[in-house]
């Protein structure tokens, strides 16, 4: 949710969305980076732009089973109902 308020914050400074997180100037929260791979941000061309942030989760966790969890800048949260 953070990274998703970020990306609207940075839409508003630069017109544009953020390719990755160095560029919002964060990095994943430790206990994200302990369950989830990298955060992936993909940024689509518009009109009108967007992007969708994705987290896998790590094979050898807990977390290994679970979903890969996905948010767009409409605030569409996937899968529905594991958010």
Do not use: H
């Amino acid at each position: 949710m953070d990274l998703a308020q970020r990306e609207q914050q940075y839409l508003l400074d630069q017109s544009a969305y953020a390719p990755d997180l160095a560029t919002l100037n964060m990095t994943a929260p430790s206990d994200v980076q302990t369950f989830y791979s990298a955060i992936t941000i993909n940024v689509t061309a518009g009109p009108p732009t967007g992007f969708t942030a994705t987290a896998a989760p790590k094979s050898g966790t807990t977390q290994a089973g679970d979903y890969t969890v996905i948010i767009d800048n409409l605030g569409n949260k996937q899968p529905v109902g594991v958010w």
